[in-house]
C-alpha cells in the first residue's frame, strides 16, 4: 500500500520508498541503454576510421529533422553529433552500412564518393 501516493496537509504529495525505488531504477536502466548506444557508437566510429573511411562531426547546428534523431542527453555523456559518415567502398558491407544508419540517425550515411550538400540559412 506504500505505491499509492497520499496527500498531506499542505497539499504535497507524499510516495512511499518502494515508489522511489521502482523510479531509480527505471532511470537506471534509460541511463544504461543510452551509455550503451554511445558505446557502440564510438566502436563503429573506431572501426570506419580504421578501415579507411570518414567521420564529420556536426560543427554548425543540425536540421531540424536531424536534431530530433540527436538526443542532448548524449551529447552531455560525451557524445557528439555526426554529420557524415562516409563507408570505404572496399571495405563496405550492406550489414556496416545499416549499422551506421541505426547508430547515426542524424548523420548522412554515404558510401565511395562524398557529396557536398549545401544548406542555405
Not at 515508489?19 to 566502436?43: C, D, K, P
Not at 536540421?63 to 552531455?76: D, G
Request: aromatic share 8%; with cysteine.
Amino acid at each position: 500500500m506504500d505505491c499509492i501516493k497520499r496527500v498531506l496537509p499542505g497539499g504535497r504529495l507524499q510516495f512511499g520508498l518502494r515508489s522511489f525505488l521502482i523510479l531509480v531504477a527505471l532511470i537506471a536502466v534509460w541511463l544504461g541503454s543510452e551509455m550503451h548506444t554511445i558505446r557502440q557508437r564510438q566502436l563503429l566510429r573506431a572501426h570506419i576510421k580504421k578501415q579507411g573511411g570518414e567521420i564529420t562531426p556536426a560543427t554548425a547546428n543540425l536540421l531540424p529533422s536531424q536534431a530530433q534523431a540527436y538526443s542532448t542527453w548524449r551529447n552531455w555523456m560525451g557524445d557528439e553529433p555526426i554529420a557524415y559518415v562516409g563507408i570505404s567502398m572496399s571495405q563496405q558491407t550492406d550489414q556496416e552500412v545499416a549499422e551506421a544508419e541505426r547508430l547515426f540517425p542524424e548523420a548522412i550515411v554515404g558510401t565511395g564518393i562524398r557529396l557536398t550538400v549545401w544548406v542555405a540559412k
